[in-house]
């Protein structure tokens, strides 16, 4: 992996070591937030990993970019078909497989702590603290951000801020009037381009992948080359 940067070092040790309760398991899965395209998921690595110790960053996200993946892995034609979609406006260069994304693109949680339902209210402060911290860097530097599941459409609105719709010509399913609405749900915008006018940061919000299949989108991906293509020509 490539070496650490200072700044997200720093980050890292402060909510590795800071206290963070026994019953969390913030994962991070990058070196470098100087990334153009960051993926926000909801924690899709939820109860399979068992960090090393945290005194220890590199071998923490070590762990972490390992099982995630092996996440990857399991649906990787899916994943496959995600990198080459990425324009390379978005990543800086053209990906082939999806082992590529992960030196390409941020990744991160939107739920920062394992817990069960019951005790999720308990750690929400936690959660909303240390996203907040991480994405005062990444909103600095990237450019698009691509919200995988509904914990992480909610949340991106929050850290972006207002979100207006970005018309395409070409996207297959839906309506101008279902993306505009106030509180769209997910799998109404699933791949549509969604634009902060007044920061200039793209949002790409996707239904998250596998579970039962939406009679909505006939094919994941090509819905998602909708918004990349809409990303493409808007931010040039």
Known sequence: ??????????????????????????????????????????????????????????????????????????????????????????VGTKLTHFRDLIEHAYFTDAMKCESTKEDRKHHKAHTDRCVYDEFERLLSHSTLFVAVGGEAWDTIRKLVGPLSFVPWNNYQHLSTELATSHRPNLTDVHGVLFKNASTGKFVIPVAFPGGQTNP?????????KDGLAAFSHAAG
């Open 1 to 90: 992996m490539l070496p650490m940067t200072p700044e997200l070092e720093r980050f890292y040790q402060h909510w590795l070591n800071g206290g963070i309760p026994s019953a969390c398991r913030p994962h991070f899965y990058n070196l470098s937030h100087l990334h153009h395209t960051v993926f926000l998921m909801h924690t899709p690595l939820k109860e399979r990993l068992i960090p090393p110790p945290r005194s220890d960053v590199s071998q923490y996200v070590e762990a972490c970019r390992n099982v995630l993946l092996g996440w990857f892995e399991e649906t990787e034609g899916l994943w496959n078909m995600v990198a080459r979609a990425l324009p390379q406006n978005a």
């Open 216 to 224: 909505l989108r006939n094919s994941y991906v090509e819905y998602l």
